[in-house]
């Protein structure tokens, strides 16, 4: 029998407890029990901090079902899949990294559904309820610098995700017959196929392009919609940081917040939006793995491949929050070089995918990209350079990490060289990353993944 999972992978050992207690909550006051679990990527003295918090919450609430799987359980297991399949790339594929600790939840949730929220998420949707409504929108959004005015409210996302996961698509419109659907969203904010934002954000609108869905497709991923702080780019964190100086901008923090209008679940043929953050996913039959990058894309290969005939998006109608941690963040400066860089990774796979089928996207041997494309990256940390007044202490440490980055603030030349080899590796150990994946599913399905519960100490 198909079960459900809700997976909270982490590296911050102070933090997440607090997570899985709100969401005990959550659960408790819509009656579920469901088993959550902890994916820890701490290492192993990190570790003991995070089982000694997540007893306190067993402490408070004992029939909560808590499961932990930290670097203990992982390196007994990898041990195990390694001696089996020795590819050097094997256990990047599952070390500490966004793409690893979630490939982790893949492994040991196979056979099963699983809901997935960041450690940072919250079970409540923020709403500005004074706007007026577009009827063609499927989610409208406004962009301020306070929340505070705006109103909290929550739905039983249990029931919400579990709603779509697994349904089929014709059977759901069947059931909902006012439930929107289309070929893929399209966000007036954003150009969604690089996730990259277009222009200074204001109050957006979600729409769904016309296309042909398929009826007896699966709904395999479910999202909910996000309120919280905005998904902004590091370059206009830049653009804020050089306009105000300010520390907090240094730092990354988000200076606009997003308010949800007005939402309605909807159903699409292919889906650029999806974030790992609120993943719902049927993983009764596996799944393609995240990325074994650093360069934080590591779900992108998810938006290829729900475009699968037989495998449609949905997104159910609930809100939940983010509260961006800034906690083992890089530099806004570094940030920006990892985005760029990981846009031009992305522009290739796009352009690479010679196919899907089970498991698996084929993609073309090399990279497509044009050199220019690092020139106007290293060109663009040059002039945010000639713009920064370094006789302030942050102008100072602005230029500092741009120099850092620039490798050479002289030539591109080196920069370029550097990075070149840097998507070449990317692009080749993406590859070779799915080739062997579903070797490791196929270990998986029949040697679960160990976990420990977590008791009262």
Not at 96 to 123: C, E, K, Q
């Amino acid at each position: 029998m198909v079960e459900l999972f809700f997976t909270i992978p982490t590296y911050r050992h102070r933090e997440v407890h607090k997570c899985v207690d709100e969401y005990l909550n959550h659960f408790g006051v819509y009656n579920h029990q469901i088993p959550i679990i902890v994916f820890d990527d701490s290492p192993l003295d990190k570790s003991k901090i995070t089982i000694n918090f997540l007893s306190k919450v067993k402490k408070e609430r004992p029939s909560a079902d808590i499961r932990y799987i930290g670097p203990v359980e992982k390196r007994k297991y990898l041990s195990k899949l390694s001696s089996l399949n020795p590819d050097p790339l094997l256990p990047e594929m599952l070390c500490p990294s966004y793409g690893g600790n979630r490939n982790w939840i893949l492994l040991a949730t196979l056979g099963n559904y699983f809901i997935s929220v960041d450690d940072d998420m919250h079970p409540y949707g923020i709403f500005n309820r004074t706007k007026k409504n577009n009827s063609d929108a499927v989610l409208e959004g406004t962009y301020t610098r306070d929340l505070s005015c705006f109103e909290k409210e929550s739905v039983d996302l249990i029931a919400a995700y579990t709603s779509m996961i697994g349904r089929r698509v014709g059977d759901y419109i069947a059931s909902n017959p006012n439930v929107r659907a289309g070929n893929h969203l399209v966000d007036s904010n954003m150009d969604l196929a690089l996730n990259m934002t277009v222009g200074e954000l204001k109050d957006n609108q979600i729409t769904i392009s016309p296309g042909a869905i398929n009826p007896k497709a699966i709904i395999k991923i479910v999202q909910t919609y996000l309120s919280g702080d905005a998904d902004i780019d590091s370059k206009d964190l830049i653009g804020g940081f050089i306009k105000s100086g300010s520390e907090e901008a240094l730092r990354g923090v988000v200076p606009l917040k997003y308010a949800v209008n007005n939402f309605k679940p909807c159903i699409v043929a292919e889906d650029y939006r999806l974030t790992g953050a609120v993943l719902g996913l049927d993983n009764s039959e596996g799944f393609i793995c995240f990325l074994p990058t650093k360069l934080r894309f590591e779900d992108y290969i998810f938006r290829s491949y729900s475009k699968k005939p037989e495998i449609h998006v949905g997104y159910c109608p609930a809100v939940q929050t983010h509260s961006r941690s800034l906690a083992n963040r890089n530099n806004i400066v570094k940030d920006f070089v990892i985005e760029e860089i990981a846009t031009v990774i992305k522009k290739s796979i796009i352009n690479g995918v010679m196919g899907i089928s089970e498991l698996e996207i084929r993609l073309a041997k090399d990279p497509s990209y044009d050199v220019k494309e690092l020139y106007d990256i290293w060109n663009q940390l040059a002039e945010y350079l000639s713009k920064m007044d370094i006789t302030t202490a942050h102008g100072e440490a602005f230029a500092d990490a741009l120099k850092e980055e620039m490798i050479s603030t002289e030539r591109a030349g080196k920069f370029v060289a550097n990075f070149t080899q840097r998507i070449d590796e990317e692009y080749s150990k993406i590859r070779r990353a799915i080739k062997i994946w579903p070797d490791m599913i196929n270990y998986a399905s029949r040697n679960p993944v160990p976990y420990r519960r977590i008791s009262i100490s």
